[in-house]
C-alpha cells in the first residue's frame, strides 16, 4: 500500500469511494473533484494497493493571523472502503496528511467524526484530543 496525493484523473474512483461515506446522496458530481483539488492550500491524500483507492481524506491548510501567522489545518471526508476497514489503510491516510500539515508548519489539526460512528478511538490512537475543545457544526438546510 503506498499514500500520495489524488489527482483529476483519481475523480472517478474517489467519487465511488465517497458514496460509503455517511450523507453519500448528498456526494457531487465527479466533475466537481477538481474544484476541491483546485482549491488553493487543499489535498486529497489517498491510499492505493496498485492502482486502487482503498482510502482517502481531505486536508485543508487555511492561512492565519494567530499563532504568529502559522496556518491550521481541518480534517474532513476520511473514509476507506468497507472491505479494507482495520487494515491500517485510514490510518496510513491520515499519517501522510498529519506529517505534511506538520511539514507546513500548521500549529494544529481539526476534524470532526459522527458521535454515532464509534471513530473516536481511531482518532484518538493517532494523537486527536477531543477534552479540551467541543467541535460545533451549524448546517444549512
Known amino acids: 500500500m503506498h499514500v500520495r496525493p489524488l489527482v483529476s484523473g483519481d475523480a472517478k474512483a474517489a467519487c465511488a469511494l465517497y458514496l460509503d ?17 483546485d482549491h488553493p492550500g487543499t489535498s486529497v491524500a489517498g491510499a492505493f494497493d496498485g492502482v486502487t483507492l482503498l482510502g482517502m481524506a481531505t486536508m485543508h491548510l487555511l492561512p492565519n493571523m494567530t499563532y504568529g501567522g502559522r496556518p491550521y489545518a481541518l480534517i474532513e471526508n476520511v473514509v476507506t472502503a468497507p472491505d479494507h476497514r482495520m487494515r491500517g489503510v485510514g490510518r496510513a491516510v491520515l499519517e501522510n496528511l498529519i506529517a505534511r500539515a506538520w511539514d507546513a508548519d500548521a500549529y494544529k489539526i481539526m476534524l470532526l467524526t459522527g458521535q454515532a460512528r464509534g471513530a473516536q ?11 479540551n475543545k467541543h467541535g460545533m457544526v451549524l448546517r444549512r438546510n
Open 121 to 131: 478511538g481511531f482518532y484518538r490512537k493517532l494523537g486527536f484530543d477531543d477534552t
Open 21 to 37: 461515506l455517511p450523507r453519500s446522496d448528498l456526494v457531487a458530481p465527479v466533475a466537481h473533484f477538481n474544484a476541491v483539488l
